[in-house]
T-cell receptor, first 115, second 115 residues
């Protein structure tokens, strides 16, 4: 059973650019959540996808968008990057039907730096 | 508003000493509660979780946590810490019955181990 993987590990962009981050869920998990973790803070919920549909969104602007694919892998897209978008972006997968309700398993994250 | 508070930004303990990390929550009903650990450059690893039932929960790596409804607390404990326990610890909560499994996080407590 493979865990959650994310790519790339690190990324440097400049203000105004667009970025795509990728996540592969743990095998059998149909739900993916994305979090932003700024330095020295706890993660902040961005949004969640369940079976390719957005299933909840945190307090993030529309320039943060996502996709989930039929194999349950996922992308996070951020347009018009701002300096404050510099953070560790974490992906977590879960399977609400497995009996382990609400247990999310995290990938190692993508460190995004916006210059 | 729902919130999770970790009152201690950092804690220093000697190797072999006991540890208690504090977590308080504010929710309308008893939430599901989690403790995660994050080592430098790593993703978040689930230590333990509480959904219902026995208020003393055992986790991995020798950690345990006790849910106290009267104090709205879910403190993490370990009888004897090892140098490898140095990391950042996050408490998180999710409201039961929430449809989108959104985790609300504390700001984290950084654990420093003195030799």
């Amino acid at each position: 059973e493979t865990g959650v993987t994310q790519s790339p590990t690190h990324l440097i962009k400049t203000r105004g650019q667009q970025v795509t981050l990728r996540c592969s869920s743990q095998s059998g998990h149909n739900t993916v959540s994305w979090y932003q973790q700024a330095l020295g803070q706890g993660p902040q919920f961005i949004f969640q996808y369940y079976r390719e549909e957005e299933n909840g969104r945190g307090n993030f602007p529309p320039r943060f968008s996502g996709l989930q694919f039929p194999n349950y892998s996922s992308e996070l897209n951020v347009n018009a990057l701002e300096l404050d978008d510099s953070a560790l972006y974490l992906c977590a997968s879960s399977d609400p039907t497995s009996g382990s309700t609400d247990t999310q398993y995290f990938g190692p994250g993508t460190r995004l730096t916006v210059l | 508003a729902q919130s999770v508070t970790q009152p201690d930004i950092h804690i220093t303990v000697s190797e072999g000493a006991s540890l208690e990390l504090r977590c308080n929550y504010s929710y309308g009903a008893t939430p599901y509660l989690f403790w995660y650990v994050q080592s430098p450059g790593q993703g978040l690893q689930l230590l333990l979780k509480y959904f219902s039932g026995d208020t003393l929960v055992q986790g991995i790596k020798g950690f345990e946590a006790e849910f106290k409804r009267s104090q709205s607390s879910f403190n993490l404990r370990k009888p004897s810490v090892h140098w490898s326990d140095a990391a950042e610890y996050f408490c998180a909560a999710d409201g039961p019955g929430d449809s989108n499994y959104q985790l609300i996080w504390g700001a984290g407590t950084k654990l420093i181990i003195k030799p």
